[in-house]
């Protein structure tokens, strides 16, 4: 069987002798089909797995890319729905307002209504004691006068006169009297119906005015859920970063210390009384969107990104390494890929120094410097300010190195930290 196997290969790989002569002696190498055999098929595996790795980098460098546009169409559509929703809140506070406004009218004019009707009521009940009076007065009056003219007419010897035309200038008094009450009567009745057609329309606004406060309600909810999301995360990256986040919102804020614009608190006259807990809420929301908005540009400034956007390997991080302190982090790359800066800032090295090679030094905000080394071509100046993103040169393998590689460099104050802190932070957020 092995006889057969091995006639097989010598037909496919026939026996082959290398050989290697010096001025002495000739010597020579001799392959057997199975050594060839084998050398091809370790030569295939050794081909493929390369391959299988370098189209795993490439998937992983083209996922990241996508993932971060993602990230920005995604935070661009957040921003959209918070102004949506600003929009939205500023249009049911003025509906409410103006619901307020007439139910403030309309309580107005039932007041006004029912102080009519007091008054109606006053006026009648004051007429049916004149007309009391006027009756008593009338009546003692024609009394008085029958007395006295039955008085006369005895006394001249005549027959008393009839007591049936004096009544009638009585009883025309009293029909004045009592077509005066009727029209006061009526008008009573008409101010009645008024006043509760009044009451009617302000239950109406009073719940239309509850139901624009409980959907105003429910936006600001959704507000303060939205941006607490959104601020939490970027809270969490500073803190991971070693960064204090209050005191990194009061150095941006410091810079940018110009007033007015849409994040300018709200402020309502309260004319002595307690503060609008609505005008307090949106208040809230205002600071957060300024503290997310703060973070955005804190964001820009700090290293939170990676030098590289092409396919890389890490070959060798931050630490102790041969005997002394490696202050950065080592990415491995095709000879020329290009370098970009990792945060805004001003170029204050670029040239040549010694075991860095071609360096090229950044200073941000906060502090912080980012230097990268060992590259070949550099294409920024001194003095030079670049942003997040902006191309500062090629991988190379300048100064001590022992491959093409680049040499990353975060300081703080100075000091050398990790730069994997501020890169894994943002990973973990966007």
């Given at each position: 069987?092995?006889?057969?196997?091995?006639?097989?290969?010598?037909?496919?790989?026939p026996?082959?002798r290398?050989?290697?002569?010096?001025?002495?002696?000739?010597?020579?190498?001799?392959?057997?089909p199975?050594?060839?055999?084998?050398?091809?098929?370790?030569?295939?595996l050794?081909?493929?797995?390369?391959?299988?790795?370098?189209?795993?980098?490439?998937?992983?460098?083209?996922?990241?890319?996508?993932?971060?546009?993602?990230?920005?169409?995604?935070?661009?559509?957040?921003?959209?729905?918070?102004?949506?929703?600003?929009?939205?809140?500023?249009?049911?506070?003025?509906?409410?307002?103006?619901?307020?406004?007439?139910?403030?009218?309309?309580?107005?004019?039932?007041?006004q209504m029912?102080?009519?009707?007091?008054?109606?009521?006053?006026?009648r009940?004051?007429?049916?004691?004149?007309?009391?009076?006027?009756q008593?007065?009338?009546?003692?009056a024609?009394?008085?006068?029958?007395?006295?003219?039955?008085a006369v007419?005895?006394?001249?010897?005549?027959?008393?006169?009839?007591?049936?035309?004096?009544p009638?200038?009585?009883?025309?008094?009293?029909?004045?009297l009592?077509?005066?009450l009727?029209?006061?009567?009526?008008?009573r009745?008409?101010m009645?119906?008024?006043?509760?057609?009044?009451?009617?329309?302000?239950?109406?606004?009073?719940?239309?005015?509850?139901?624009l406060?409980?959907?105003?309600?429910?936006?600001?909810?959704?507000?303060?859920?939205?941006?607490?999301?959104?601020?939490?995360?970027?809270?969490?990256?500073?803190?991971?970063?070693?960064?204090?986040?209050?005191?990194l919102?009061?150095?941006?804020?410091?810079?940018?210390?110009?007033?007015?614009?849409?994040l300018?608190?709200?402020?309502?006259?309260?004319?002595?009384?307690?503060?609008?807990?609505?005008?307090?809420?949106a208040n809230?929301?205002?600071?957060?969107?300024?503290?997310?908005?703060?973070?955005?540009?804190a964001?820009?400034k700090?290293?939170?990104?990676?030098?590289?956007?092409?396919?890389?390997?890490?070959?060798s991080?931050?630490?102790?390494?041969?005997?002394r302190?490696?202050?950065?982090?080592?990415?491995?790359?095709?000879?020329?890929?290009?370098?970009?800066?990792t945060a805004?800032g001003?170029?204050?090295?670029?040239?040549w120094q010694?075991g860095?090679?071609?360096?090229?030094?950044?200073?941000?905000?906060?502090?912080?410097?980012?230097?990268?080394?060992?590259?070949?071509?550099?294409?920024?100046?001194?003095?030079?300010?670049?942003?997040?993103?902006?191309?500062?040169?090629?991988?190379?393998?300048?100064?001590?190195?022992?491959?093409?590689?680049?040499?990353?460099?975060?300081?703080?104050?100075?000091?050398?930290?990790?730069?994997?802190?501020?890169?894994?932070?943002?990973?973990?957020?966007?």
């Open positions: 069987m092995i006889r057969q196997f091995n006639h097989m290969l010598e037909r496919r790989f026996e082959r290398i050989f290697i002569r010096s001025e002495a002696e000739t010597r020579y190498l001799r392959l057997t199975l050594t060839q055999c084998a050398g091809i098929v370790g030569t295939t050794l081909g493929a797995w390369m391959i299988t790795a370098s189209a795993m980098v490439l998937m992983d460098s083209i996922g990241s890319g996508n993932l971060r546009d993602q990230t920005s169409r995604d935070l661009v559509l957040f921003e959209n729905r918070l102004s949506e929703l600003a929009s939205e809140r500023d249009m049911r506070a003025e509906e409410a307002a103006a619901a307020q406004s007439r139910f403030t009218t309309a309580l107005t004019q039932i007041s029912q102080s009519d009707l007091l008054a109606s009521e006053e006026r009940r004051e007429l049916e004691t004149a007309i009391d009076v006027v008593a007065n009338l009546r003692d024609f009394s008085a006068r029958e007395e006295a003219e039955l007419a005895v006394l001249e010897g005549s027959e008393a006169p009839t007591a049936g035309v004096t009638q200038d009585m009883e025309a008094t009293v029909d004045v009592a077509a005066t009727a029209d006061t009567a009526d008008e009745d008409a009645v119906v008024q006043a509760n057609q009044a009451m009617r329309i302000a239950e109406t606004l009073d719940a239309d005015l509850k139901l406060e409980e959907k105003n309600d429910r936006i600001f909810s959704q507000l303060e859920d939205a941006v607490t999301v959104s601020v939490a995360p970027l809270d969490k990256m500073f803190k991971a970063a070693g960064m204090d986040p209050d005191r919102i009061s150095t941006v804020r410091s810079g940018y210390s110009g007033q007015g614009g849409p300018t608190p709200i402020t309502f006259s309260t004319m002595g009384g307690l503060p609008d807990p609505d005008g307090l809420r809230g929301i205002i600071e957060k969107m300024d503290r997310l908005n703060l973070y955005r540009i964001a820009q700090a290293p939170f990104a990676l030098p590289l956007k092409d396919g890389f390997r890490y070959t991080g931050f630490g102790p390494r041969w005997g302190m490696h202050e950065g982090t080592d990415f491995a790359a095709a000879y020329g890929t290009p370098i970009y800066a805004d001003v170029v204050t090295f670029a040239g010694n860095y090679g071609r360096l090229v030094k950044i200073q941000h905000e906060f502090g912080i410097e980012t230097r990268y080394a060992h590259q070949s071509q550099i294409h920024v100046k001194v003095g030079q300010r670049v942003s997040r993103g902006d191309k500062i040169g090629a991988m190379g393998n300048s100064g001590r190195s022992t491959g093409t590689h680049l040499h990353y460099e975060v300081r703080v104050g100075g000091k050398a930290v990790n730069p994997m802190i501020y890169i894994k932070a943002a990973n973990d957020v966007f």
